[in-house]
């Protein structure tokens, strides 16, 4: 555990079954309401009373952006991910398929863009060079939040994955092996010119790297 795992999860390179999709698609809905998922992105968002974007970027089912808006009526959610199946559970929201490496986004075209359980699928050169296209595309702040690398967060996501479908048993574990520390999430951010992400530690074993854009860059 001292260093990220590199194998692939089975939903990197495989597309579950109808069946085995809402399964997935449930654990993960669970995942963000129950343990910490929605609240880590609620926490840095700021107060605004005016109309907010949020670009949701990998965002899957699209329950953390909608749960946002039931949250914070001002919130103006996007969904953009790059599987169509995902994309097929998001409902009630504007949602566009796309690559992150070819992000169809105008320069500040949005307030925030936010990413959950993204940047561990992504290399480490992968992470600097999205991170950077979040800052191109971002007016106000950017919010990734994903999962720490430790033993005690690979332990629990174990238990609770112990009766799940094959993808949830195989890609739970593998996703906190492939996660990240404090301090190498931050140095990412380094790397990327964005001193202005700092990541703080929350509930469910979590991180969330986040910041607001300061006033002169």
Known sequence: MKTRATEPELLDHETPSPADQARVVGFLRFVNRWLGGTDAVAAHLGESREPVTVLDVGAGAADIPLALARRFPNVRPIAFDLSDWMLSFAQGIPKIRGDVRRFPFRDRSVDFVIATHFFHHLTDDQIVATLREFARVARRGIVVNDLLRNRRALFWIKLLTLRANRYVKNDGPQS???????????????RAGLGWLKATVHFGHRFALAGERPTSA
């Open 176 to 190: 906190v092996r492939r996660a990240f520390t404090v301090p190498e999430i931050e140095a990412l951010a380094g």
